[in-house]
């Protein structure tokens, strides 16, 4: 049931380095459709959050520079409801910023905050654990996260220890833990009672207002210099920006609030954080190759993932395994896969260039 207390908030505003050559600062990958299925990610992560908030409560919250190409992208969110931010402050900024425009439009909202490109496979699932955390969050002063159970020791997300008490939909958290070593990564998926940190948070505007407050006082105190939802809004958060504090809501609030509970939930996600994730999420021939385009023959290779950008160029490879295969109109990167978290340090070396931020 679609309630008027529900307001979904997008963070749109990440440069996806670590996707390039695909995702660039004019085009990051939360605006193109990385798995080829029609919708790009913010456009997949809107029709799954409409289901149970009206329109005229999504937000988006994103780089100014990407303002126009959200609008371009969700042309149903009202236009005065996608907001740019002057500068990249992390995620306890746009947080409250957000919670801020929510607070005076409807002081009893309660917000959930989605990352604008993740995949989640079990959308019903997804519904269903959210209108839970809704609901949690309506009745408690509770900052609530959904966690996603871990599949793999994973090194590149961030892990919730939680408290068990048998029978709960929720439960109480106890520790986070920044992207562990492989070792300690394996100890915590044996002992069961850690989850992945997927960055998807419910809670009322009153409860993180106050979180805020607690313990982010000097940042509460920048953002109450300005006026919400009124003509001034711009040029005042233009003004308290290059204060802020650059911090994520994991350190600065998360972390040390007494009152955050996880909902356990099975929800086939992935943050497509990597070209080896989108491998994984994307369907392989019958040596295992990811290529969506048409005129790419294969000899001799398995494993890799191929992405060109012109679907009228002709490709052939011969002989490789377990690569990455990118061509855009600017770039051409061959890269084992392996080697995916190198992308970012391909991306300082060639700004180092000279004229290499053309590329970026």
């Not at 961030?158 to 109480?172: H, L, N």
Request: aromatic letters at 10%.
């Amino acid at each position: 049931m679609v309630r008027s207390d529900q307001y979904c908030v997008i963070m749109a505003g990440g440069i996806g380095s670590r996707f390039w050559p695909m995702s660039t600062q004019k085009f990051p990958k939360q605006f193109q459709d990385i798995l080829g299925v029609g919708r790009t990610m913010i456009q997949q992560t809107y029709d799954r959050i409409r289901k149970i908030v009206p329109d005229e409560n999504i937000f988006v919250i994103t780089n100014k520079e990407y303002v126009s190409l959200s609008h371009q992208q969700l042309p149903e969110i009202p236009e005065q409801n996608i907001v740019g931010e002057p500068l990249a402050k992390n995620t306890a900024a746009c947080n409250l910023y957000m919670a801020n425009k929510i607070a005076e439009i409807n002081p009893d909202a309660q917000m959930i905050v989605l990352p604008a490109d993740h995949l989640i496979l079990r959308e019903e699932v997804f519904l269903e654990k959210a209108s839970l955390a809704f609901e949690i969050a309506s009745k408690n002063d509770y900052l609530i996260t959904l966690g996603i159970t871990p599949t793999r020791p994973d090194t590149g997300y961030g892990y919730i220890q939680f408290v068990d008490k048998k029978g709960s939909e929720y439960f109480k958290i106890k520790t986070f833990t920044e992207k562990p070593i492989l070792e300690i990564a394996k100890s915590f998926l044996e002992s069961g009672d850690f989850l992945w940190n997927a960055g998807i948070f419910v809670w009322s505007v009153k409860s993180i207002l106050s979180a805020f407050d607690k313990y982010l006082p000097e940042m509460t105190q920048q953002f109450m210099a300005c006026e919400y939802n009124a003509d001034g809004e711009e040029g005042c958060i233009e003004l308290i920006y290059p204060k802020l504090q650059k911090i994520s809501i994991d350190n600065g609030i998360l972390e040390k609030a007494k009152n955050v509970y996880v909902i356990p939930s099975d929800l086939g996600w992935s943050d497509l954080g990597t070209w080896t994730s989108v491998y994984e999420n994307t369907e392989k021939d019958e040596n295992q190759n990811a290529v969506k385009q048409k005129h790419v023959l294969t000899y001799h290779s398995s494993g890799n993932i191929v992405h060109i950008k012109n679907s009228n160029k002709a490709v052939v490879i011969d002989g490789l395994k377990d690569y990455i295969v990118v061509d855009t109109d600017k770039v051409l990167m061959i890269c084992p896969r392996e080697h995916d978290q190198l992308i970012k340090d391909y991306v300082l070396d060639l700004k180092n260039l000279k004229k290499g931020d053309k590329f970026i």
